[in-house]
């Protein structure tokens, strides 16, 4: 076995990287919109404009308005941003005899951000605003609100009636399910104030698209005036939620299935109030995204719109939905004809350059009749201006190879661009549909790059906002009513590690009162597993959700790996802000933690086809078709993040090996939610841990093939099929999860911390050491303060100079492997050979030659 696990590991051969996205996705999306605006529109492959995005298929738009020809396929043929930090993008589609259709597709810049606010005089939405228009397609006479769908994503929809304070009311909540045909799919746990819960499996109470009701004897128990409105998914079902209608009616009002559903058109409606659940985007500040084409002289050129939206065209030209505009266009369409998919807007004959304007929002008739006066150009300046006077730390992170650092750009510009207001603050968003919302597990990263990055501000809102979660309990609790365990200690690393980066350990001080209670209830938790001795958990954790591969809930390590990593961090803080009894018993219920896994670890310890040793996910008996590397991600963080154990231990070492032998494609397949799939972000995590062990190539080979996963325009779907099978993805896209890991990889390449030491240039690829190379790091955050540095390669490709500009005191050690393996050398008489401790401040510089 050891011979094994030598051979397995040793450095890879050094060969020529480039990024050529050889391994893209056949489709993909990329995000346009503004950070902290709640209008996050998107663009495909194809540059159409994507909207509508509901509760199934997931990730997958409802409504693509997108430039074409009449009876003439067109494939993409080449697509790009005008610069990697601002969002415009430029497409070109072309025809089977080689016509080329050039489109260019923005969002134009609001004079303001707005948040994603759903407050009214007589209602408000408190879970956010994802929802779609045009969702479903009712079977029989109903009210208009059953075609859009409020979607929870991966949590419950939360809504609250204003009602006079103690008062009794009828509350109807309607549904009408578009996607899930089986039963146990989608399951609604129906909760209404002053009102007995009610559960539905939505599939056995009604046939799809068919509009359904249920009645909730309801009122202000509380007396706030509030009646409060909840609806959640079981444990162990599909998370996502959905809601097409909220009807109040007087306690007393009398009732039948034909009002409720509105489907009576002429008769009086009894409801107080009705709701139109998921529409909410309708009343915010509005928005205009806007695409222009240049067509060929040949063929007729059209718009296509493919919607489930109800629309109109009337003679003021455009598509109207009721009297909101939806699109007009320039010149204006000389007809517009309805299709099976939408419609279709036909441009007068001669039409080389046409303009589409996308309206959502709260949007005024006379701006959308004034589209015959839109200056797309200026349009372009406007968003270029924005975007270079924004706020988003570009520029931090400069590499050698410049399609590295295009994707480095694009995947700052994207974890920012998915950021979102919300009535409990600001938040890193995962994504833009499926995820769009808070996953604590991802947004400890996004914190974690925007502190690295110095961007203190939006990192502590973060957090603040994640706190706001915390339940009586003590746990972090975002996506209730699943219980991931891993969520509580993963908040509090990420909050002593915010203070490490940016010094505010008055924040550590001002949350000890909550930090405290998330180690009693993890404290709590633990001993719950130890009055069973003989569990497989027992003084680990109770059964909970995993996630990342595996859904049912059960024991799982990942959390134990996490509580592990948060109370070592908290122990650290509580001696540094002056809590040592605290510190004290946080690190003996850590070591309770690591003892228990220790014994357990030993127990459950498998190995691989080839005699890897590793540990499963699941605690207890493996199930024999897991393959070995499903959900391995929080072992590595355990080492990346926490403590571990030894960096040459068999666990890591076994560990990593047993990856190695799954890679295809450059990464390891199968880890996550699809078998044989691959989890390009996956790859940036897993790059790290080389990396630590001293073995720069295997760290860039791998991140050079996580960047091969991405798409032409540097996004990554989470999950994709092997290039060799049919297309496939899982997951939301752009992921920013792999985004922020990605520029987290290129950054801990030039720099990282480990044991109190600032590593520097430990996996600088040969590819960023060419003739004319510059690498950079400007300000970028340790736990000893700003560092920045400069490692430029002469014209020659001869000399490489090193310039390093760190915080006093903060130990440093320049790791020479990388630059040995391209060739350079130490400067006889000026830098020493190997590894080079730098003294103890100030700045300095070293130099190689190479011949």
Known sequence: MLGLLELSILPCALAERKVDHRYSPVTWHAALGLPDDWHKPMANERGALLYDFGPGPYAQPLTVVEFGLRDQPLQPTGQRWRESRVPIVETTLGTASGTAVAVTTLAVPPRETAPSRASFPRYERLDGITGALGWARPTVSCGPEFRNVAWGTNRPIRYRVRVDAGARKRVALGFCESYKPRLHERVAAMHVEGAAPQTADLALTAPRHAPQVFLFEAGDGDGDGWIDIRIEAPAGRDPNTTLALIAVYAADARLDRETLLGGKADAADPAELRIACGTESLALPGRVDAMEAVFPEEGVPVLKVRTGRRLRADSRGGLWSDEAPFVFTRPRAKRIDATAEGW????????????????????????????????????????????????????????????????????????????????????????????????????????????????????????????????????????????????????????????QLSGDWAAVESRWPDLLRAVAALRTARETTQQNPGAANAGLLPAGFNDGGIAEIGAEYSSVYWAMIGLRALADAGHRIGRPADATAMARLADDFSGAFEQAHRRDERTDSRGNPYLPVRVGPARSDDPPQLAQWAVLEYHLFGRGTPLESTLLRGTLAMLEAAEIQGLPHSVGWMRDGLWAGYGSLYAHLPLLQGRPAKAADLLYAVANHASPLGGWVEEQAQKAAPPKTAGDQPHVWAASLFARLCLSLLAYERDDTIHLLAGVPAEWLRPGAVNCLREVRTARGPLSLRLEVSSDGKRATLEVDRPAGAPAVVQAAALAAAGFRPDPGTTPQGHLSLPAEGKQTVRWVRD
């Open 344 to 499: 279709e807007m036909e441009f007068p004959a001669g039409t080389r350059c046409a303009t589409a304007l996308v309206f959502s929002g709260r949007v005024e008739v006379e701006e959308a009749t004034r589209t015959e006066s839109f200056d797309f150009a200026a349009a372009a300046d406007a968003v270029t201006r924005r975007w270079r006077a924004s706020e988003v730390p570009f520029g931090r992170v400069t590499v050698g190879d410049s399609r590295i650092q295009g994707l480095v750009d694009v995947a700052i510009r994207t974890v920012y661009q998915a950021r979102e207001r919300l009535p409990r603050g600001g938040q890193f968003n995962s994504s833009f549909s499926l995820y769009r919302g808070l996953w604590a597990g991802d947004a400890v990263y996004m914190i974690e790059l925007a502190a690295l990055l110095g961007d203190f501000a939006r990192a502590r809102e973060c957090l603040d906002t994640l706190f706001s979660f915390q339940n009586s309990e003590g746990l972090i609790a975002e996506m209730p009513p699943l219980l991931l365990y891993r969520t509580t200690p993963a908040v509090a690393w990420a909050l002593v590690r915010y203070a």
